[in-house]
C-alpha cells in the first residue's frame, strides 16, 4: 500500500499512531503513578506498625505485669463457676444446690442440667429443679440459693399448692424453677 506524504490519511494515520502513543504512555504513567502511591501507602502503614511494634516492645514488661495481674483477677473471681469443662462446672453448681436444698430440707423430686449456648463469652449453667417443700422453706433456699457464690439466678418459678397427707395443717407447695449460674466460656466450647 502505498501512500502519499501529505494526503489527508497520511495525516490521520499519524494523528491516529500520535493519540495511540500518548494513550499509551498516558496508561504506563497511570499505572506507574498509582503503584506509587500504593508502595507509598504500604510504607506508611509498615512505619505505623512498626512504631507499635516499637511502643509495645518497651513497655512489654508492664503489659505482662497487668496481664498476669488479670488472669490472676479473674481465676480469683468467685463470681463465675471455676471448672475447666461445662460438664464439671454443671456438677459443682449441682452439688452447691444440693447442699442447700437439703439444709432447707426440701424433698427434692428432680434436678437436671438444661443444655445452653455460650452467650458473650460466658456459658450459662442452668438447673432445671422440682422439689416440695413449705412455704417457710422456701423463702429460705430462694434466699439461699440468690444469695450463694458463684453467683445465681432463679428463672421461671412456678408454684403450685398441694395437701400434704400426712398432716393436714401443713401446706406443701410444688415448686418448680430454673437456677442458673455462669462461667467463663472455655476456649473450646
Known amino acids: 500500500m502505498n501512500i502519499k506524504r501529505n494526503s489527508p490519511f497520511h495525516r490521520y494515520l499519524s494523528l491516529a499512531i500520535l493519540v495511540l502513543l500518548l494513550c499509551l504512555f498516558g496508561l504506563l504513567y497511570l499505572s506507574y503513578h498509582s503503584q506509587k502511591i500504593e508502595v507509598q501507602q504500604r510504607y506508611e502503614k509498615t512505619q505505623?506498625?512498626?512504631?507499635?511494634?516499637?511502643?509495645?516492645?518497651?513497655?512489654?514488661?508492664?503489659?505482662?505485669?497487668?496481664?498476669?495481674?488479670?488472669?490472676?483477677?479473674?481465676?480469683?473471681?468467685?463470681?463465675?463457676?471455676?471448672?475447666?469443662?461445662?460438664?464439671?462446672?454443671?456438677?459443682?453448681?449441682?452439688?452447691?444446690?444440693?447442699?442447700?436444698?437439703?439444709?432447707?430440707?426440701?424433698?427434692?423430686?428432680?434436678?437436671?442440667?438444661?443444655?445452653?449456648?455460650?452467650?458473650?463469652?460466658?456459658?450459662?449453667?442452668?438447673?432445671?429443679?422440682?422439689?416440695?417443700?413449705?412455704?417457710?422453706?422456701?423463702?429460705?433456699?430462694?434466699?439461699?440459693?440468690?444469695?450463694?457464690?458463684?453467683?445465681?439466678?432463679?428463672y421461671k418459678l412456678q408454684i403450685q399448692q398441694q395437701r400434704n397427707y400426712q398432716s393436714l395443717d401443713d401446706n406443701v407447695l410444688d415448686v418448680r424453677l430454673e437456677y442458673t449460674s455462669f462461667m467463663v466460656a472455655p476456649d473450646d466450647t
Request: no cysteine; glycine share 2%; charged share 15%.
Open 48 to 154: 505505623l506498625q512498626l512504631q507499635k511494634y516499637t511502643t509495645l516492645a518497651t513497655n512489654f514488661p508492664q503489659i505482662k505485669a497487668e496481664n498476669q495481674n488479670l488472669l490472676l483477677d479473674q481465676s480469683n473471681d468467685n463470681r463465675y463457676l471455676a471448672a475447666a469443662t461445662s460438664s464439671l462446672a454443671a456438677a459443682e453448681l449441682q452439688k452447691k444446690t444440693q447442699l442447700i436444698i437439703q439444709q432447707s430440707k426440701a424433698k427434692l423430686l428432680s434436678l437436671r442440667v438444661k443444655s445452653t449456648i455460650v452467650e458473650r463469652g460466658f456459658l450459662p449453667i442452668t438447673l432445671q429443679l422440682h422439689m416440695q417443700l413449705t412455704n417457710d422453706k422456701l423463702l429460705t433456699m430462694l434466699y439461699q440459693l440468690e444469695n450463694n457464690t458463684p453467683i445465681g439466678f432463679i
